[in-house]
């Protein structure tokens, strides 16, 4: 069965404390690996997509990277407005599958 | 202003009374997508668009409709509401250029089923 799974589930960082989201994914067919943020009330806003394995992408105090099996999302020295939850979702046949996100919450 | 409007914002209705949630793009998408979001479930597709007239289930299809006759608008539609359809409701767009990867999501539909 496909699936995405992200872990941990939530995250609490002081400012500057840097640290990793992972998305393990188990899928056929990957068209596409992507990370979205969503801050609360709010419809998700777009940060990356990574195609094939080895791939980075960086934004700011964000990087993603993907393997074969899972990708990270490295945030380095976070500031409270990095406070959302991360989503990981991958495009299989054009079928779009989410995880369950990662509500990170920076502390000033 | 590139955007993913939706209609109504937010709706309390009553079992079994027909609705219909708009939503339109004006960024000439081909890809367009209605999802869920639930509290311990995340966000599940219903229904997705490759183009007009084309559409195809998503993983949580039942108790919904779709139609895609223009380009830029994409309604959902709840024949026959029921509680358990009470969530909150995005629709999203992306080109086919972007791989439909890059998706603009909506303000969301937050739907009540008493």
């Known amino acids: 069965e496909d699936q995405v799974t992200q872990s941990p589930e939530a995250l609490r960082l002081q400012e500057g404390e840097s640290s990793s989201l992972n998305c393990s994914y188990t899928?056929?067919?990957?068209?596409?690996l992507f990370w979205y943020r969503q801050d609360p009330g709010k419809g998700p806003e777009f940060l990356f997509t990574?195609?094939?394995a080895g791939e980075e992408k960086e934004k700011e105090r964000l990087k993603a990277t993907l393997t074969k099996k899972e990708s990270f999302l490295h945030i380095t020295a976070p500031k409270p407005e990095d406070s959302a939850t991360y989503l990981c979702?991958?495009?299989?046949?054009?079928?779009?599958?989410f995880g369950k996100g990662t509500r990170l919450h920076i502390l000033p | 202003e590139a955007q993913v409007t939706q209609n109504p914002r937010y709706l309390i209705t009553v079992t079994g009374k027909k609705l219909t949630v708009t939503c339109s793009q004006n960024?000439?998408?081909?890809?367009m997508s209605w999802y869920r979001q639930d509290p311990g479930l995340g966000l599940r597709q219903i229904y997705y668009?490759?183009?007009?007239?084309?559409?195809d289930k998503g993983d949580v299809p039942e108790g919904y409709k779709v139609s895609r006759k223009e380009k830029r608008n994409f309604p959902l539609i709840l024949e026959s509401p029921s509680p358990n359809q009470t969530s909150l409701y995005f629709c999203?767009?992306?080109?086919?250029?972007?791989?439909?990867?890059?998706?603009?999501f909506g303000p969301g539909t937050r739907l009540t089923v008493l």
């Open positions: 990574l195609y094939s």
């Open positions: 668009s490759m183009n007009v007239e084309v559409t």
């Open positions: 960024m000439n998408h081909e890809y």
């Open positions: 899928v056929s067919g990957l068209r596409g």
């Open positions: 999203a767009s992306s080109s086919y250029r972007a791989s439909y990867n890059e998706q603009f």
């Open positions: 979702a991958v495009n299989r046949d054009d079928k779009i599958i």
